[in-house]
């Protein structure tokens, strides 16, 4: 049988762990009681206190007709073993709060344990009441805010419909006015303006006028500005009112027009004048959809949090009886069931509406396609992925044994043939290689984030139904190896079987295709939303300015910089089939182009520089100088990166002292980065030492060894400059080890750059995103 405690470290919150009962803490306390109980040995009694002095054959009758007569005057009124006393604090301002504090009566007034217990059984009670008090006021406000920007997105439909209907009415007014204007000395301008004007004014005051029906004021509505055109120009404050009394702390809020707002209103079509369309208020119900299903998830957690922590302090009590002997749990626990985190009913009924409001607005009165928005249910772990997992890994250590021997006995290493087998077949090997090698990295990170309790896939804004597992990303690499080996394998077979080399040298290029056509194949099959979330980080990388950075963009761009040889292998398999070297095996017509060795350090730019805008758009979003301090992080990468390119090229001293200069500088910066920022390691005050507060691993020794491996694989870059004299293929194969030991460090800087952002999560409760709204709150009126 599982322990409660471990249950309860498996169900809890992650991010609320803190504000849980404390329940090991409770545990050790009813020990120490347990041990101060316990009698003192003695080796000797004397005869009267003996331990069998005394006793009689009639005990066991005696002792059952006491325990018959306390079940018979069991009903009568008996005194207290403890009391608790609920008294009212204003430690926070104005907000009442209750603190409930336990009174000994008898038995256990003399007893120090006893009281210790008591006081910690206390304070956390006061602490679970607390928490669950703030949140359930902050989801309540919420709630009504939502509301009140579902109904003024309702008026807006309305308009939009009833606008749709007076189309033609519309038209005709519009042809009427323009005739009696010609005729008439008012216009100074074209008719046709005028009537645009006069029609835009008079739909976004039916607008206004909507909106204040649904309670919405507008602030200086009266003073409305025009454009040079004489449009009118809505840059309006919305003020929405109190929520009332029984919002649990909904505020009054000053709500300001966000960019989806502006559009709506603000910025009309030249010409037309339709400046709300269908697909501007479909862009604001999504986000509004969003925002519910997200505030449903956190009223569950709340739910979550009220019962677990309602079983554990049944449990924890129901201990204490045993221990003491006494039944102090039923008096205790009459009180923990009128306390507020049990007591309130705010979360199910506002749960309850949420269900009803989602249902009505977002699923057309269908229960059940609502709840599988509002309760998606989370992917089962399959034996099958396992068992195949098994599977390829088998078949990939095979095809690699075959692969060794095959090479061995064709002599495709010796001097003759090592040439045009390196130039075709080991940039596309090497790219799926090292593909393989990160996906499986990956499946390692999620491994262990979920076993540490890390809430990734939270951080990532992954949905839950469709997020990748360590079994899933395991399966894909095992894969991409097996099918690479076996290709490897059958282009070394068709090589000695006598095939021409350029009908052999495309499979390599035939592989890459396959790939390709894998990853953008628009069927729902091999793992279809991964592959399109994955395109759609990839744009968002390479527009980095234009798109608003989030976790998984610059988590994704950082893997992209320890990728670099790949995407240079790449480049060379690109050229090597445009060219068609596979068919005159002319293999330096690529290295020895301009544009190509031009291109090398494009490339070799590009992953840094899309980090260095991705952290420009967070400083102008975020307004944040730390962005642009790890900006410049990736700007001497950069320069290091191409120094590095030039001197491979042209060696001499020159060149190397700029090579060590540069790169000495990059990777002071980044080391100092990745310990310090990344992982929020290297503290001096830390309780451990030099280290961080709060530890997901126990063991603190992975920690320094982590510091120590990520060092030494950071200054790897040396030996570009060694020089080490070495054969073309040990060259490649050199340069694939350090390749994979890029891997292999990112994989590993992975875990605890996620690990500190989960801490960080846990330090400020957040368990819930906060969604954008089509109306945005601001703190004042500015």
Known sequence: MVKFSKELEAQLIPEWKEAFVNYCLLKKQIKKIKIS?????????????????????????????????????????????????????????????????????????????????????????????????????????????????????????????????????????????????????????????????????????????????????????????????????????????????????????????????????????????????????????????????????????????????????????????????????????????????????????????????????????????????????????????????????????????IYIILAHLSGIFTSGAQVSYLETVYPVFSVFALLSLHMFMYGCNLFMWKNTRINYTFIFEFSPNTALRYRDAFLMGTTFMTAVVGAMVIHLILRAAGFSASQVDTIPGILLLIFICVLICPFDTFYRPTRFCFIRILRNIVCSPFYKVLMVDFFMADQLTSQIPLLRHIESTACYFMAQSFRTHEYNTCKNGRIYRELAYLISFSPYFWRAMQCIRRWWDESNTDHLVNMGKYVSAMVAAGVRITYARENNDMWLTVVLVSSVVATIYQLYWDFVKDWGLLNPKSRNPWLRDDLVLRNKNFYYLSIAFNLVLRVAWIETIMRFRVSSVQSHLLDFLLASLEVIRRGHWNFYRVENEHLNNVGHFRAVKAVPLPFRDVDSDG
């Open 37 to 401: 109980r316990k009698p003192k040995p003695a080796s000797h009694y004397p005869i009267a206190h003996h331990p069998d002095f005394g006793r009689s054959l009639f005990d066991p009758v005696r002792k059952l007709v006491r325990s018959f007569s306390d079940k018979l005057f069991s009903n009568s009124e008996k005194p207290e073993i403890l009391q608790v006393r609920r008294r009212k604090s204003l430690e926070n301002g104005d907000d009442v709060e209750e603190i409930y504090q336990t009174e000994l009566v008898q038995l256990f007034s003399e007893e120090d344990e006893v009281k210790v217990f008591f006081a910690k059984l206390d304070e956390e009670l006061n602490k679970v009441n607390q928490f669950h008090k703030s949140k359930e006021t902050e989801f309540v406000g919420r709630g009504e805010i939502l509301k009140k920007q579902l109904e003024i997105l309702a008026e807006l439909k309305q308009i939009l419909g009833d606008r749709k209907k007076r189309n033609l009415s519309g038209s005709n007014s519009h042809r009427s006015y323009t005739s009696s204007a010609r005729n008439s000395d008012f216009s100074a301008g074209s008719p046709g303006e005028l009537s645009e004007i006069q029609s835009e004014t008079s739909r976004t005051d039916e607008m206004i006028e909507a909106l204040e029906r649904n309670g919405v004021s507008f602030i200086n509505s009266a003073l409305r500005s025009k454009t040079k055109g004489g449009k009118p120009k809505m840059s309006l404050r919305v003020d929405i009112p109190d929520a009332g009394a029984d919002g649990g702390g909904a505020r009054s809020i000053a709500t300001a027009t966000s960019v989806l707002w502006e559009e709506l209103v603000n910025n009309p079509r030249s010409g037309g004048g339709d400046f709300i369309n269908r697909k501007k208020i479909q862009c604001a119900e999504k986000m509004i959809r969003k925002a519910f299903v997200e505030l449903y998830r956190g009223l569950g957690l709340l739910k979550t949090y009220s019962s677990l922590n309602m079983i554990a302090f049944t449990k924890i009590m129901k201990k204490f009886d045993k221990v003491s002997g006494q039944h102090a749990s039923s008096s205790y626990l009459k009180v923990v069931k009128r306390s507020q985190f049990i007591s309130s009913d705010k979360v199910v009924r506002l749960m309850d509406e949420v269900e009803s409001i989602f249902t009505k607005h977002f699923a057309n009165n269908d229960r059940k396609k609502a709840m599988k928005f509002l309760r998606p249910h989370h992917q089962k772990d399959s034996h099958m992925v396992t068992f195949f997992v098994g599977l390829f890994t088998g078949c990939f250590v095979s095809l690699f044994t």
